[in-house]
């Protein structure tokens, strides 16, 4: 089972510092959530008043708390799947460019000698082993009065480089304040909130939105000032792990999936490992994918070279909460050391005296060269994964994947071949498709084809091989006539447009990725600024299936079958737009390349869908919006022209971007 630790440190009472009225009950009440309702084994809990632990002094100061950061991080005792968070309610300074934590016998007057450096904490915490490390910050309070900048800047620039997660209750230019109506400080409120029932903030990316609207809202409503949290993700994979498993939703399993695939691709087989086991532990080992690419590795361990994955062909009638596609399985993990034994603190109790963990010699080899892995059960995987207990009550089905060679088929139907793909999309090429160009600077143009209205089947019929159950139930629709963008936005129409490029993948006729929702939303306000003629804007879901059908009934626009002649599905990166054919109105990769946004919220499935080609603007959670067309990555099966995806939307990927469409000013 994963382990979960934490050190919780709250310190009212200084002897060289001015008190603090709420800090200790700040770190008691992230100590019981921690406990109670996280599930955390093991907590060191230090305050002003905290019990002695087999007679030794809990009392936050430097001599206590380097004593634990020495002595339990000497050895690594956890791995892969595993977390550790640190919480510190407190004074912080800035000393010679360098944050400090106040121990309660800290002196103001010799930093140095006296506070503890937040990066030597952050290095100690990194030793112990676990793939997800949570370093947060109440300590910018800084004597409650202007002495120069806080603290945050060091921190925040090392946590770049070191993927520690860093939750910071302020910039380093403002104060945290403490509410006397709330008897909380005002970050550790949404903060508590935010990872409880209220918020049920699961993953990091939705703790740091819910934080940059809640503590705002404290402050202004109390103090009548400003206090503005910040989070420091990277790499950004980082952002969508999953901190509360039990509220975590498919969304956010998918999203961790997504990462995982893209690590798959990319051969990062250590990280794709980490992120297998969490898709693992927030689906309490039900994820039958993960499982079967963990037994796949189990099974390749010993060989010197990992043979490419034989194509699959999707089941029919299976459930899938993701759609993106795995390339080459990931490793499993090796036996874990045995750990030392801290304080199992289900009450607030100190930290005591921290030994020198002893590891032990595990029974089997530890070398993942010498373990003999081929002969191992399923339940040995799960078990080896840490998650045979995790209990957590959610169970995700999803489909088998479809990788394939270069120019190879990929089947949405065994019975068919290449060659009757080529043939199809040969005869489709006939739209007579009417088209504008907008200028948008410096010779930059977009192109714009016009799309007849008509009525259409939306979502997939029950034979379809891999559909899911959110594209049911399948219903007409009825779209007026639009513009769509010809491809997906350009990296040099996003530049001439928003003035930046965020893209991983460079080249100026390659899709703009790594956009967000609003971002994608905000480029079309600003192009529609630019225009007199026609208002620019996401497309609603039933426009986008529409367009991309083209008058299709197949799973693909060119018929049953996918080649990587016709799409970019399998490989490792984005095409130049227009690098493979078009459908019958001019419409270029619509399937693969990169997952596109609409404007619609996400619904489980089509009921109650609107019937006159509109967005759909309300669902469950009206911050999950939706993706279509696939991507890059190995997955055809997320390419058809039915298949639905979504993500919450301030993510930013490098296989996700977006096309838009015009209509007429009224």
């Known amino acids: 089972m994963?382990?979960?630790?934490?050190?919780?440190?709250?310190?009212?009472?200084?002897?060289?510092?001015?008190?603090?009225?709420?800090?200790k009950r700040d770190a008691l009440l992230m100590q019981e959530f921690l406990g109670n309702e996280a599930a955390f084994e093991r907590i060191y809990f230090f305050s002003d008043d905290s019990p002695p632990v087999d007679g030794k002094s809990t009392r936050p100061t430097r001599t206590n708390l380097l004593r634990v950061l020495r002595q339990l991080f000497d050895n690594p005792f956890m791995g892969a799947g595993d977390n550790f968070w640190f919480f510190f309610s407190g004074h912080g300074i800035r000393y010679a460019d360098r944050d400090y934590l106040m121990p309660c016998?800290?002196?103001?007057?010799?930093?140095?000698?006296?506070?503890i450096a937040i990066n030597f904490v952050s290095e100690r915490l990194r030793r112990c082993g676990a793939d997800n490390v949570v370093l947060i910050l109440d300590a910018c309070r800084n004597e409650g009065k202007k002495t120069g900048e806080g603290i945050g800047r060091q921190t925040a620039?090392?946590?770049?480089?070191?993927?520690?997660?860093?939750?910071?209750?302020?910039?380093?230019?403002?104060?945290?304040?403490?509410?006397?109506?709330?008897?909380?400080?005002?970050?550790t409120t949404a903060l508590l909130e935010g990872l409880g029932i209220q918020g049920k903030c699961a993953t990091v990316e939705r703790l740091e939105q819910y934080l940059k609207f809640r503590v705002p809202e404290l402050v202004r409503q109390h103090k009548n000032t400003r206090q503005t949290p910040y989070v420091i993700a990277e790499p950004v994979n980082k952002s969508h792990l999953i901190l509360v498993p039990r509220y975590a939703t498919l969304a956010d399993i998918a999203t961790l999936k997504n990462d995982a695939?893209?690590?798959?691709?990319?051969?990062?087989?250590?990280?794709?490992?980490?992120?297998?086991?969490?898709?693992?532990?927030?689906?309490?080992?039900?994820?039958?994918?993960?499982?079967?690419?963990?037994?796949?590795?189990?099974?390749?361990?010993?060989?010197?070279?990992?043979?490419?994955?034989?194509?699959?062909?999707?089941?029919?009638?299976?459930?899938?909460?993701?759609?993106?596609?795995?390339?080459?399985?990931?490793q499993i993990p090796t036996p874990k050391p045995t750990p030392p034994s801290p304080i199992n603190n289900t009450q607030a109790s100190g930290a005591g005296q921290f030994p020198t963990p002893t590891i032990s010699t595990p029974s089997t080899p530890s070398s993942p060269s010498n373990l003999i892995l081929p002969n191992w059960s399923r339940r040995r995987v799960i078990q080896?994964?840490?998650?045979?207990?995790?209990?957590?009550?959610?169970?995700?089905?999803?489909?088998?994947?479809?990788?394939?060679?270069?120019?190879?088929?990929?089947?949405?139907?065994?019975?068919k071949t290449p060659g009757n793909a080529e043939a199809n999309i040969t005869k489709r090429i006939t739209s007579d498709a009417k088209d504008f160009v907008e200028n948008l600077a410096n010779g930059i143009t977009l192109e714009m084809v016009q799309i007849p209205g008509g009525t259409f089947m939306m979502g997939s019929p029950e034979r379809e091989a891999g559909r899911t159950?959110?594209?049911?139930?399948?219903?007409?629709?009825?779209?007026?006539?639009?513009?769509?963008?010809?491809?997906?936005?350009?990296?040099?129409?996003?530049?001439?447009?928003?003035?930046?490029?965020?893209?991983?993948?460079?080249?100026?006729?390659?899709?703009?990725?790594?956009?967000?929702?609003?971002?994608?939303?905000?480029?079309?306000?600003k192009l529609s600024q630019k225009n007199t003629?026609?208002?620019?804007?996401?497309?609603?879901?039933?426009?986008?299936?529409?367009?991309?059908?083209?008058?299709?009934?197949?799973?693909?626009?060119?018929?049953?079958?996918?080649?990587?002649?016709?799409?970019?599905?399998?490989?490792?990166?984005?095409k130049p737009v227009g690098s493979f054919p078009p459908n019958a109105f001019g419409l270029y990769d619509m399937h693969g390349n990169i997952w596109e946004w609409c404007l619609d919220v996400y619904n489980d499935n089509y009921q109650g869908a609107p019937k006159d080609g509109n967005a759909w603007l309300t669902?469950?959670?009206?911050?999950?919006?939706?993706?279509?067309?696939?991507?890059?990555?190995?997955?055809?099966?997320?390419?058809?022209?039915?298949?639905?995806?979504?993500?919450?939307?301030?993510?930013?990927?490098?296989?996700?971007?977006?096309?838009?469409?015009?209509?007429?000013?009224?």
């Open 261 to 330: 695939y893209r690590a798959q691709s990319k051969r990062d087989f250590d990280l794709a490992k980490q992120l297998w086991i969490r898709v693992l532990a927030a689906a309490s080992g039900q994820d039958m994918e993960a499982i079967e690419a963990l037994e796949e590795i189990a099974r390749l361990r010993n060989s010197s070279a990992i043979p490419d994955v034989p194509q699959q062909t999707i089941p029919q009638g299976s459930k899938s909460v993701t759609n993106t596609s795995i390339s080459k399985p990931p």
């Open 533 to 574: 003629e026609h208002t620019y804007r996401l497309p609603s879901e039933a426009e986008w299936e529409y367009a991309c059908r083209a008058g299709t009934k197949t799973p693909f626009y060119f018929g049953e079958t996918i080649t990587t002649k016709l799409v970019n599905f399998d490989g490792k990166e984005t």
């Open 619 to 666: 669902g469950k959670d009206n911050n999950l919006m939706l993706l279509r067309g696939g991507c890059y990555l190995p997955n055809a099966g997320a390419s058809r022209s039915a298949n639905r995806n979504s993500n919450v939307r301030a993510t930013r990927l490098d296989n996700v971007g977006f096309r838009v469409v015009a209509v007429a000013v009224a």
């Open 105 to 115: 016998d800290g002196d103001p007057e010799d930093i140095e000698n006296t506070a």
């Open 469 to 525: 159950e959110n594209e049911s139930p399948q219903h007409q629709v009825k779209v007026p006539g639009f513009f769509m963008g010809k491809y997906e936005i350009t990296q040099a129409q996003y530049q001439a447009i928003m003035g930046s490029n965020p893209s991983n993948f460079k080249g100026e006729k390659q899709p703009v990725e790594e956009v967000s929702w609003d971002d994608a939303v905000e480029f079309c306000k």
């Open 157 to 187: 620039q090392e946590a770049r480089q070191q993927g520690v997660i860093s939750i910071f209750s302020c910039i380093p230019q403002e104060y945290s304040y403490e509410i006397e109506a709330l008897q909380q400080g005002a970050f």
């Open 384 to 415: 080896t994964a840490g998650l045979a207990a995790a209990g957590l009550g959610l169970t995700i089905a999803v489909p088998h994947f479809w990788p394939s060679d270069s120019g190879k088929t990929s089947p949405s139907n065994a019975n």
């Open 2 to 23: 994963a382990k979960n630790w934490a050190i919780a440190i709250g310190i009212n009472e200084y002897d060289y510092l001015q008190p603090l009225n709420y800090a």
